[in-house]
């Protein structure tokens, strides 16, 4: 089969789904390919920043996110080796509509996001279809090529197609585009335990004895993330799950009689963390956002945000011009411009974090931050808005434009 739609997006995501709404509301045909059949994925991020619930008011749909169970972070921080916490991003100095971080199930999320989507006439929805190839035409990317769950095989054109697949993006690798990587010196395996009663309700960070986990509370179970030092899969995996649930338990001693609960390696699932970033996202017919164009470190949690950031600049500079007729390259390469200097910003936090406090502890050196910064921070405690502004806001915060504003209902 051979169609056209006006922007085809790879990839269900926030970044696509966002983007997919916004030009949708301009009047854009926009077809978004997701190859699952559904959002349900265990262990996506989860972190929803102030500047997207800002953004999910201006779309009118801030009610309706608000209804979905969810739980609010107003700090992040690191355990001390005193078992204190030292918040390094106090979000409730932020003088914005939400200052928290929303905790709700991703697929809540782009749940929500694809059924106002759907309300648009030019949006179209694909699920259980993958990107195979991309199509070519006088040296410029001209659609994709898909396979559908049942084996169909057909080719979209499109005037613009946008990467939003990820961070192992294949439309990224198909159009020669390569990251520059970072060092990261641990990677992530997450894994659920049962919640009872009386149990914390806000994140729980412990470090001990080269090890780091998280504790998110989520309705009837911690979702946890372990770290440890990258490349330690093989060696966990061998050392078999017993070993495993001891390791959490001096974590967290108060979770040592639901640790039975990990059957077997296989209910732990690994995340190879990576941190890097393209140097120019887009080649002639196609743009890369969100983690197809730099993929962030889980610390912070601003994956999710930053990729919503760039899907609304994306609209910003775009939906005009895709109204008018095919995007130039120069009008591509505006959205690396928009969007670089916060994601450089972020990052270059992620990899001062990664030395002074991960780095450390995964090497056995200490189990908590550096006394330095626990002693400016307690000092001038103040300082913690201006992490948690660079979190939770951003060094310049995307609002929706003014064709995709709508009321609460």
Partial sequence: ????????????????????????????EVTVLEKHNDFLRDFRGDTVHPTTLQLLDELGLGEKFAALPQSRITSIGFPREDNKLLVLGDLGRLKVTHPYIAMVPQWDLLDLLATAAKDEPTFTLRMNTEVTDLLREDGRVAGVAYRTADGTEGELRADLTVACDGRWSIARRLANLTPKEYDVPFDAWWFRLPREEGDPSSITPQMRDKRFAIALPRRGFFQIAYLSAKGDD??????????????????????GD????????????????????????????????????????PIGGVGINLAVQDAVATAHLLAGRLRRGR???????????????????????????????????????????????????????????????????????????????????
């Fill in 258 to 297: 639901r640790v039975g609960k990990l059957a077997s390696m296989d209910d732990v699932k690994h995340l190879d963390v990576r941190l890097n970033r393209l140097h120019r996202w887009h080649a002639d017919g196609l743009l890369c956002i969100g983690d197809a164009a730099h993929a962030m470190s």
């Fill in 234 to 255: 093989a060696e966990l995996r061998a050392a078999g799950v017993e070993k495993f649930r001891e390791g959490i338990a001096a974590l967290y001693p108060w979770l």
């Fill in 327 to 409: 995007p130039t390259e120069k009008d591509l390469a505006k959205v690396r411009t928009r969007r670089l200097l916060p994601t450089v910003l972020v990052q270059g936090i992620q990899r001062l974090l990664h030395r002074a406090v991960l780095g450390p502890v995964m090497r056995g050196e200490r189990n908590g931050p550096p006394p330095v910064m626990i002693k400016l921070l307690g000092r001038f405690p103040a300082l913690s808005a201006v992490p948690a502004y660079v979190i939770g806001v951003g060094l310049r915060p995307e609002h929706a434009p003014e064709f995709a504003r709508r009321q609460s209902v």
């Fill in 1 to 28: 089969m051979n169609e056209h739609t006006t922007c085809v997006i790879a990839g269900g995501g926030p970044a696509g789904m966002v983007l997919g709404l916004l030009l949708a509301r301009a009047g854009v």
